[in-house]
């Protein structure tokens, strides 16, 4: 199986084969009078960075994206659906006339990239780290690159969020289940998903291997999370509760004893921009609601 890259990957097509709907963030496509006026055709390959893109108020030049790229849902009516990355060919591009390119380094696939280099449509490619410190990077990383300097209100807003975040005296195990179809995988640590875990007051179930692998009863029973944390379309296609008590080994851990399920919008807790502290603070209300 593929490591990181490939999982980040997987793990963004999930919400986007089955879009969630979700309420648009306050303000995030407005234009205000600190929006500098630029004349960019944005095309944006990643969900978290065309959030920001969007958050800074030039959601209007976007004229492309990823399949990934769900929030705000306003977009669909605007900018071109360019399919997954990973799959993604040079011609859709070509065909908005893009001036500027923005991507993550840990999508895009290498064929795309070079021809996207010799087409010489400007681009740049940014690293993501999943946590606070890299997600603040990132969202100033972007706005330059867009030639916007009021990105600080992005961040504050990130740090005024996590601050709602409530102690859990006794941090929950939480086991992240990826499923789509009859693929289901788990979990493991240095992924965005046990970043967020983190984040928002519990402990990833699974630390003796990294990225993720795929569930088996041996690795469920094993970790005995006391929280199963899926996407809302991932438990949504297992059949909701009933169907996650039925996956392997699920039956014998505290989690499936109890009962003790969630689920989240997947565009929301896996984007990594913006959003991150609505996302880990939400997280942590489900948490400390299942550990009473």
């Excluded at 009516?77 to 380094?105: C, Y």
């Amino acid at each position: 199986m593929k490591k990181f890259i490939l999982a980040v990957s997987v793990l963004a097509a999930v919400y986007s084969c089955k879009k969630e709907t979700s309420k648009p963030t306050e303000n995030t496509t407005e234009v205000s009078s600190e929006t500098p006026k630029t004349n960019n055709k944005i095309v944006s390959i990643s969900g978290g960075i065309t959030e920001i893109v969007a958050a800074l108020g030039h959601e209007r030049e976007i004229v492309a994206t990823d399949v990934t790229s769900t929030y705000p849902e306003t977009l669909k009516a605007t900018a071109k659906d360019l399919g997954h990355v990973r799959s993604m060919t040079i011609e859709p591009i070509m065909a908005v006339s893009p001036t500027l390119i923005l991507a993550s380094d840990k999508d895009i696939n290498p064929d795309l990239l070079g021809k996207i280099k010799t087409s010489g449509i400007k681009t740049e490619l940014f690293k993501q780290e999943f946590s606070v410190e890299g997600t603040k990077k990132l969202i100033s990383d972007v706005a330059k690159a867009i030639g916007n300097k009021n990105y600080q209100k992005l961040n504050d807003k990130i740090d005024a969020d996590l601050k709602n975040i409530q102690p859990i005296a006794k941090k929950p195990k939480v086991l992240f289940i990826y499923a789509r179809g009859n693929m289901m995988m788990v979990s493991g640590k240095n992924t965005p998903m046990a970043a967020l875990i983190g984040l928002a007051g519990g402990e990833n179930a699974i630390n003796d291997f990294e990225d993720f692998k795929p569930l088996t009863p041996e690795a469920v029973v094993k970790a005995n999370p006391d929280v199963l944390f899926f996407f809302t379309s991932g438990l949504e296609g297992s059949g909701g509760n009933e169907g996650a008590l039925k996956m392997p080994g699920v039956s014998q851990t505290n989690a499936g004893k109890n009962k003790k399920i969630i689920a989240m919008d997947g565009g929301l807790v896996s984007g990594f921009g913006p959003r991150l502290g609505e996302a880990a603070v939400a997280l942590n209300k489900l948490l400390v609601e299942n550990t009473k």
